[in-house]
T-cell receptor, first 114, second 115 residues
Framework: KNQVEQSPQSLIILEGKNCTLQ??????????LRWYKQDTGRGPVSLTI?????NTKSNGRYTATLDADTKQSSLHITASQLSDSASYIC?????????????FGRGTQLTVWP | EADIYQTPRYLVIGTGKKITLECSQT?????MYWYQQDPGMELHLIHY???????EKGDLSSESTVSRIRTEHFPLTLESARPSHTSQYLC??????????????FGEGSWLTVV
């Protein structure tokens, strides 16, 4: 069964600290992996997209890594800010159909305290 | 900045009422999607469209219907709302299929409460 599991479910850190969020998936055949940021009550916003051949991608203070062999990804946030408080969602796409299908994790709820 | 818009953002309606959630995008994308998301849970695909006059049901069974008469417009309709329809509905669009690695843009969402 294709699944995306994220950990931790929630995380609290102090402003200025770094943190790493984890994503494990069983989706096959794999096409790409995305990280989204979703503020409370808003739609998800794309942070990074990685294909099979990419093992790291950065977007400002956000750095995503991908290990396609172990089917794991991480999202590292550097020097956290209060505005980083949000849910971070890992999304994996397969290539098993004409359009492909997205598999969503439940997200990690990050809270940054001053 | 994503050019995809949803209205209304928040809506409270009574059981049995008909409601249409509007979604429009100005990026010229052929592919459009509707997702349903309950608080703290993952997104579930309920409808998608390859292009004009093309609509398909998604993975999650839904009593809603959609239409795609124009490229930029993808409305979702509930003919008779029930409390079980209370949820957040997210519209999205992309230029190519999701397997291609292109960005999928989401709207801000429509929060529907049925009382």
């Amino acid at each position: 069964k294709n699944q995306v599991e994220q950990s931790p479910q929630s995380l609290i850190i102090l402003e200025g600290k770094n943190c790493t969020l984890q994503c494990n998936y069983t989706v096959s055949p794999f096409s790409n992996l995305r990280w989204y940021k979703q503020d409370t009550g808003r739609g998800p916003v794309s942070l990074t997209i990685m294909t099979f051949s990419e093992n790291t991608k950065s977007n400002g203070r956000y750095t995503a890594t991908l290990d396609a062999d172990t089917k794991q990804s991480s999202l590292h946030i550097t020097a956290s800010q209060l505005s980083d408080s949000a849910s971070y969602i890992c999304v994996v796409s397969d290539r098993g159909s004409t359009l492909g299908r997205l598999y969503f994790g439940r997200g990690t709820q990050l809270t940054v305290w001053p | 900045e994503a050019d995809i818009y949803q209205t209304p953002r928040y809506l409270v309606i009574g059981t049995g009422k008909k409601i249409t959630l509007e979604c429009s995008q100005t990026m010229g994308h052929d592919k459009m999607y509707w997702y349903q998301q309950d608080p703290g849970m993952e997104l579930h695909l309920i409808h998608y469209s390859y292009g004009v006059n093309s609509t398909e049901k998604g993975d999650l069974s839904s009593e809603s219907t959609v239409s795609r008469i124009r490229t930029e417009h993808f409305p979702l309709t509930l003919e008779s709302a029930r409390p079980s329809h209370t949820s957040q509905y997210l519209c999205a669009s992309s230029e190519y299929g999701v397997y291609s690695g292109n960005t999928i843009y989401f709207g801000e969402g429509s929060w529907l409460t049925v009382v």
